[in-house]
C-alpha cells in the first residue's frame, strides 16, 4: 500500500476526496492544533485514525521529515491515452504536459505542483524510464499528487502520435531548438514535452515533436533545471490561456514543415 507522510500533503489528500485514502497513523507523543485538526478532519471524512510511536511512523515513512502524519493510499488508478483525448465539454482547448524520463523524484514532484498551479489539464508518464509518483514525490509536489491527473502510458512516442492525429500540438523544449517559448501560441490544443535531467529529449521523442522550443539565457549556463524550465513555459502558457495579449505567434502551418535542430537538452 501506498504511503503519505507529512502535515500539508495528507491534508491536501483529504481536501482531494478521490477515495484512495485508506487510514491516518499520527504521533502519539505530538499533541498540536494543526495536528489535532488533521485528524479530525480526517473522522470527520470516515477514515480511521490510529496513534503510533515516532520512531514507527519513522520505519514507515523511511524519514523523518514526516511531521508526526502518515497516510496509508489505495493504489493509484491512472488515466489512459484515450481519458486523455475524449473532448472536454466546456470545449475550452486543452495543455497537457509529458515527461520523457524524468528519473529524480524531486523533479517530479516540483512539475506535479507546477502543473497543478497553471492548470494543466493532466499529465502523460511512461512506465519505464520514469520515476514513480511516491511518498517523497508526493512530499515534494506540496499534496498536488493527490490533485493532478495523470496517464500511464506504454509507450510516450506512440501516445504522442494520436494526440497529434486528434489535432494536438506537440511541442517539446529543446535548448537549440526555435522558436523562443514566448513566441508560440498556446492558447490551441497542445502537448508540453519535457525530456531528462541532463540529457534532454529522446531522439524518437524530438522527432514526433511539431515545434522545439527554447528558453534563450543570457548567462554562461546553457539550460535551466528540467523543473524550472518547465515552470517558466508553464506559466507562460497559462499567461497566454486566459486571454493575456501576446506578441505575434510562430505560425501553425504547415504543421510538418518544422526543421528539428540539434539534440540538446533542458
Same mark, same amino acid.
Given at each position: 500500500?501506498?504511503?503519505?507522510?507529512?502535515? $500539508?500533503?495528507?491534508?491536501?489528500? @483529504? %481536501?482531494?476526496?478521490? /477515495?484512495?485514502?485508506?487510514?491516518?497513523?499520527?504521533?502519539? #507523543? !505530538? +499533541?498540536?492544533?494543526?495536528?489535532?485538526?488533521?485528524?479530525?478532519?480526517?473522522?470527520?471524512?470516515?477514515?480511521?485514525?490510529?496513534?503510533?510511536?515516532?520512531?514507527?511512523?519513522?520505519?514507515?515513512?523511511?524519514?523523518?521529515?514526516?511531521?508526526?502524519?502518515?497516510?496509508?493510499?489505495?493504489?493509484?488508478?491512472?488515466?489512459?491515452?484515450?481519458?486523455?483525448?475524449?473532448?472536454?465539454?466546456?470545449?475550452?482547448?486543452?495543455?497537457?504536459?509529458?515527461?520523457?524520463?524524468?528519473?529524480?523524484? $524531486?523533479?517530479?514532484?516540483?512539475? @506535479? %505542483?507546477?502543473?497543478? /498551479?497553471?492548470?494543466?489539464?493532466?499529465?502523460?508518464?511512461? #512506465? !519505464? +524510464?520514469?520515476?514513480?509518483?511516491?511518498?517523497?514525490?508526493?512530499?515534494?509536489?506540496?499534496?498536488?499528487?493527490?490533485?493532478?491527473?495523470?496517464?500511464?502510458?506504454?509507450?510516450?512516442?506512440?501516445?504522442?502520435?494520436?494526440?497529434?492525429?486528434?489535432?494536438?500540438?506537440?511541442?517539446?523544449?529543446?535548448?537549440?531548438?526555435?522558436?523562443?517559448?514566448?513566441?508560440?501560441?498556446?492558447?490551441?490544443?497542445?502537448?508540453?514535452?519535457?525530456?531528462?535531467?541532463?540529457?534532454?529529449?529522446?531522439?524518437?521523442?524530438?522527432?514526433?515533436?511539431?515545434?522545439?522550443?527554447?528558453?534563450?539565457?543570457?548567462?554562461?549556463?546553457?539550460?535551466?533545471?528540467?523543473?524550472?524550465?518547465?515552470?517558466?513555459?508553464?506559466?507562460?502558457?497559462?499567461?497566454?490561456?486566459?486571454?493575456?495579449?501576446?506578441?505575434?505567434?510562430?505560425?501553425?502551418?504547415?504543421?510538418?514543415?518544422?526543421?528539428?535542430?540539434?539534440?540538446?537538452?533542458?
Amino acid at each position: 500500500m501506498e504511503v503519505l507522510y507529512g502535515l $500539508h500533503p495528507v491534508e491536501e489528500a @483529504l %481536501r482531494a476526496g478521490s /477515495g484512495r485514502l485508506d487510514r491516518i497513523s499520527i504521533a502519539r #507523543e !505530538r +499533541r498540536d492544533a494543526k495536528l489535532e485538526r488533521l485528524a479530525s478532519l480526517a473522522r470527520s471524512a470516515g477514515i480511521r485514525v490510529s496513534a503510533e510511536s515516532r520512531d514507527q511512523l519513522t520505519r514507515i515513512a523511511k524519514t523523518e521529515a514526516h511531521q508526526g502524519v502518515v497516510a496509508y493510499l489505495r493504489e493509484r488508478a491512472y488515466l489512459t491515452i484515450e481519458d486523455l483525448l475524449i473532448p472536454p465539454a466546456s470545449g475550452s482547448p486543452r495543455f497537457f504536459l509529458a515527461l520523457d524520463g524524468i528519473e529524480d523524484p $524531486h523533479n517530479l514532484g516540483a512539475l @506535479l %505542483r507546477t502543473a497543478d /498551479g497553471a492548470g494543466v489539464d493532466a499529465i502523460l508518464l511512461p #512506465e !519505464r +524510464r520514469s520515476a514513480p509518483i511516491t511518498a517523497t514525490v508526493a512530499k515534494t509536489s506540496a499534496g498536488a499528487s493527490e490533485h493532478v491527473r495523470v496517464a500511464r502510458v506504454t509507450n510516450l512516442v506512440r501516445a504522442l502520435e494520436q494526440m497529434k492525429k486528434a489535432n494536438m500540438w506537440v511541442v517539446g523544449l529543446d535548448e537549440r531548438g526555435t522558436p523562443d517559448y514566448t513566441d508560440f501560441d498556446f492558447s490551441t490544443d497542445c502537448v508540453l514535452v519535457l525530456g531528462r535531467e541532463g540529457a534532454g529529449l529522446h531522439d524518437l521523442v524530438k522527432k514526433t515533436c511539431d515545434h522545439l522550443l527554447r528558453i534563450p539565457m543570457a548567462g554562461q549556463v546553457s539550460s535551466l533545471n528540467v523543473s524550472v524550465a518547465g515552470a517558466v513555459v508553464m506559466y507562460e502558457a497559462m499567461r497566454q490561456r486566459r486571454g493575456a495579449s501576446v506578441q505575434t505567434k510562430v505560425s501553425h502551418e504547415p504543421k510538418r514543415a518544422k526543421e528539428r535542430k540539434g539534440l540538446g537538452s533542458i
